[in-house]
């Protein structure tokens, strides 16, 4: 009944920048937390920023200065500007939302499809 809508993703050189967007739809959800992770192959997934509702940012320190993450008010949607790539950015990048479904009131995670981000040295 949720879903994450990402786009953005691409080619780019090293230095370059590029802009991550995600949407959610749904009924009855409340989000609380949204952000973006990344998984490289054969790596683990792991965060890469978050924004909440309360527009507190948090990021991983390797892209602390050249990632900005911000979210638009009139609907539940995130963005990750990203400056400054680098090779060791290239990862299939994910968006989530935490949030609890009105109707019962369940804290839930969903996750998008990821968009293939690939940084060319």
């Known amino acids: 009944q949720v879903q994450l809508v990402e786009s953005g993703g691409g080619l780019v050189q090293a230095g370059g920048s590029l802009r991550l967007s995600c949407a959610a739809s749904g009924s009855f959800f409340r989000i609380s937390t949204m952000g973006w992770y990344r998984q490289a192959p054969g790596k683990q997934r792991e965060l890469v920023a978050t924004?909440?509702?309360?527009?507190?940012?948090n990021y991983a320190d390797s892209v602390k200065g050249r990632f900005t993450i911000s979210r638009a008010n009139a609907k539940n949607t995130v963005y990750l500007q990203m400056n400054e790539l680098k090779p060791e950015d290239t990862a299939v990048y994910y968006c989530?939302?935490?949030?609890?479904?009105?109707?019962?009131?369940?804290?839930?995670?969903?996750w998008g499809q990821g968009t293939q981000v690939t940084v060319s040295s």
């Open positions: 924004i909440t509702s309360s527009d507190t940012t």
């Open positions: 989530n939302a935490e949030g609890v479904i009105t109707t019962a009131w369940a804290r839930e995670n969903y």
